[in-house]
């Protein structure tokens, strides 16, 4: 059981103390009106110590039992909510001290309050995303699935074309379903990276390689700022951050104009850090947007046409990615002039040769 603080002692003091003072004087008066003050000062001593302790006993007992009673049924309904940061001290009868401790429990759950609502609506978000990404792929493989059941099996040309496409279905239901579960594993942390030193320029490279027939279909220069004539050494995990520049890059051949580029520069920040930038001279993002652009199947096309597929959990995992590492990623964009994409990694040292 919580411990009191007799802080209502003084209370109990003062108070006790003013009314043998009034009762004091009321004595004196008397006396003196009857001529025999002279006479009873020992009597008056006696009486006023005797007024005093009997009236300090008695308020604070029952200011005590008054207010304890009462505050302790306050802490008691309060501890239901579990608030350790309230529930922890000691029961106190002090104003003061309670006014305090009342009102930064009101402040604490004012912040959970408003963080709680936040996270419903997220999740609400969450739910309504996940919910129209799934649905596509599954209504689309079910229509064809239906089709063929319906009679169109019998047909070998229609037959071969609508398993192809609903392969294809499947083929993203499996896409976003991976993405989902790369993600859980970052944000639980039970992804282990398999650092190596590497050279970042060759790996941007071979990237553009891998992009290159994606980038031509719009006619879109995967280019570097400069000729870089020495490696770049870095320390983190290649597989991974392949991933990342493989989502960005992909991004701005997606969001980019006809004719357009993608420019990557591979800057020292400090001493033992670099940042890599991702340029595009596309149709940039409205900066209503940016502040949500990492959260998971957020979408700036609001269309329910999503012309430019995807699982919509890229820059949700590449921003993971970049976190593990202990790094951070940055975004800046105006609309119709482009955007620009950094991190930051650790620099490794150069290999000997």
Request: net charge neutral; hydrophobic share 40%.
């Amino acid at each position: 059981m919580s411990t009191r603080l007799k802080k209502s002692y003084k209370f109990a003091f003062r108070a006790a103390l003013i009314i043998t003072i009034i009762l004091a004087l009321s004595l004196s008066l008397f006396l003196l009106y009857q001529k025999q003050l002279e006479d009873t000062w020992l009597m008056l001593l006696f009486f006023i110590i005797i007024v005093f302790a009997v009236t300090f006993i008695t308020i604070q007992v029952r200011v005590e039992r008054y207010i304890y009673r009462r505050i302790k049924k306050i802490y008691d309904d309060v501890s239901l909510l579990e608030s350790s940061s309230f529930t922890a001290h000691p029961v106190t009868t002090d104003m003061k001290t309670l006014t305090e401790e009342i009102e930064k429990f009101a402040k604490d759950k004012k912040i959970e309050i408003d963080t709680l609502k936040i996270r419903e609506e997220y999740r609400k978000d969450f739910l309504g995303n996940i919910s129209h990404e799934l649905k596509t792929p599954l209504f689309t493989v079910q229509g064809y699935i239906l089709t063929l059941l319906d009679g169109a099996l019998e047909d070998k040309a229609v037959r071969k074309k609508y398993l192809q496409r609903a392969q294809k279905g499947v083929e993203r239901l499996i896409y976003i379903i991976k993405d989902l579960d790369l993600i859980t594993k970052l944000e639980v942390g039970d992804l282990n990276l398999e650092l190596s030193d590497f050279d970042i320029i060759e790996l941007i490279q071979s990237v553009f390689d891998l992009l290159e027939i994606k980038a031509g279909k719009k006619n879109i220069s995967l280019t570097f700022d400069m000729n870089y004539q020495a490696p770049v050494y870095v320390k983190a995990d290649r597989d991974k951050i392949q991933q990342v520049l493989s989502n960005l890059i992909v991004n701005s051949i997606k969001y980019g104009h006809h004719d357009g580029t993608t420019e990557v520069s591979v800057e020292n920040l400090i001493r033992n850090k670099v940042i890599i930038r991702i340029t595009d001279n596309g149709e940039g993002i409205p900066e209503e947007h940016i502040p949500r652009l990492f959260e998971r199947f957020y979408r700036v096309d609001k269309s329910g046409s999503r012309k430019e597929g995807g699982s919509g959990l890229g820059l949700s995992i590449v921003k993971h990615i970049i976190e593990a590492h202990g790094e951070k990623i940055y975004v800046e964009s105006v609309v119709d002039v482009g955007s620009e994409f950094s991190f930051t990694l650790e620099k490794a040292k150069p290999k000997n040769t």
